[in-house]
Structures are given as C-alpha cells and as structure tokens.
Nanobody
Framework: QVQLVESGGGLVQPGGSLRLSCAASGSIFRILTMGWYRQAPGKQRELVAT???????AYADSVKGRFTISRDNAKNTGYLQMNSLKPEDTAVYYCTLGWSTTPQTHWGQGTQVTVSS
C-alpha cells in the first residue's frame, strides 16, 4: 500500500506563494503519474496538475502560468509550486498517484491552503 503525505499548506496573502510537497512510501512512485487535486467548500473536486513518470505535465486552465508541478523520483517526492495565489485558490489540496492521466489510485490526507488578506 502506497502512503502519501502532503505538507506545505498554510495561510498566505493574495499574490503570495506556497510550495506543497508530497512524500511517497515505496519506489513505485517513480513509475506512476502524480497529480494534485483540490476541493473548496461547496465546490466539485478539481484536478489542478499532473506529471507523468517521464516528466510530462498538464495543468488546469485556472492555474496555468501560476502553478508548477514537479517530481524528484530519487526522493519519492512530488511538488506543487504555487505563485500569484488568488483567494479562489483556497481549498484542501490532495496529492495522488495512479496509472491514468487522471491519477486517483492513491490519495494523501490533504493539506489546507488559504489565500486571504
């Protein structure tokens, strides 16, 4: 069973930055696609970004140009760099791993990101 642990969430002012991390147990991390989802209160879950095992990335239009997904397979760790944050980015962010382009096989516990002045 793969375990995912997110960290790096918190409170930030609009225009600020945060870097989320996702530490995975097991070397299977390096062969799976990693994703970041988010869910705000009263809203549907949204796929924010994905990165394949070979490093190909994809982003939701709402974050394109502001967020960057990356991974370090040697450390079994993934990242989501979030810049120019907006109040509408406020949500619980979840790290995921899976085989498909919308990876949902394994989920982390989530980390809260709040963008507010």
């Amino acid at each position: 069973q793969v375990q995912l642990v997110e960290s790096g969430g918190g409170l930030v002012q609009p225009g600020g930055s945060l870097r989320l991390s996702c530490a995975a147990s097991g070397s299977i991390f390096r062969i799976l696609t990693m994703g970041w989802y988010r869910q705000a209160p009263g809203k549907q879950r949204e796929l924010v970004a994905t990165i394949t095992s070979s490093g190909n990335t994809a982003y939701a239009d709402s974050v394109k140009g502001r967020f960057t997904i990356s991974r370090d397979n040697a450390k079994n760790t993934g990242y989501l760099q979030m810049n120019s944050l907006k109040p509408e980015d406020t949500a619980v962010y979840y790290c995921t791993l899976g085989w498909s382009t919308t990876p949902q096989t394994h989920w982390g516990q989530g980390t809260q990101v709040t963008v507010s002045s």
